[in-house]
């Protein structure tokens, strides 16, 4: 669960990161839908970056994207990388190996590895145009803080193992479970851009 604190310091450091351009930069924590805050930042006139701090139950998430786009144009969406809340390692799953090891027969180990078991929150982002996530990164021990963006693609089970004669499930996609295939880390002054933060060069 992401705490008070760190919640504080994503909007912090992402505020910091947009100011400098021509756009004004506004944080703002609001009750959008539900019982509890939503934390996003507005960019100029038609920007909004929804901070996906914490769990959105029941749809909530959905209502909230769908009211910022009657409002906005350009929707920019911000998950908190914990690796428990959100991007969650799919191989480390209970059971993950057991469930699909044969049906991931096409994927070397270092792609199992990079599965990521998404929430709803990051399946339905993924569903609006999106084949980048992106997420605040804290600083930890390996990693710089900043901002991280994966291009993700399904996974698709493969059942051609099963024998002849007995129930063959038929080769599908994942909805939950997500291979990332490219990765990017800014640590820099960001822009918005339509559906992206992205990185942006100080001009003097």
């Not at 145009?129 to 693609?153: I, M």
Request: hydrophobic share 35%; proline share 4%.
């Amino acid at each position: 669960m992401v705490t008070k604190a760190q919640q504080a310091e994503m909007r912090d450091y992402l505020v910091e990161s947009l100011r400098g351009s021509d756009e004004r930069v506004e944080p703002k924590t609001k009750i959008i839908v539900g019982d509890a805050d939503t934390n996003y930042i507005l960019v100029g006139e038609n920007g909004i970056v929804l901070l996906v701090d914490r769990v959105y139950p029941n749809e909530t998430f959905r209502r909230a994207y769908n009211l910022a786009i009657e409002k906005k144009s350009k929707i920019g969406v911000v998950f908190f990388k914990d690796g428990e809340t959100f991007f969650r390692n799919a191989a480390e799953t209970h059971g993950f190996k057991e469930r699909y090891d044969l049906s991931l027969k096409n994927y070397n180990p270092e792609q199992v590895r990079q599965m990521i078991s998404f929430r709803p929150e990051e399946i339905f982002a993924h569903g609006t145009g999106r084949e980048w996530l992106q997420y605040y990164q804290p600083s930890s021990g390996r990693l710089e803080q900043g901002l991280e963006s994966f291009k993700f693609v399904p996974v698709t089970f493969d059942y051609s193992h099963i024998p002849e004669g007995r129930f063959q499930p038929e080769d599908r996609d994942s909805k939950r479970i997500h291979l990332w295939t490219e990765r990017r880390h800014f640590t820099g002054l960001l822009g918005h851009k339509g559906r992206y933060l992205v990185q942006r060069q100080l001009t003097i």
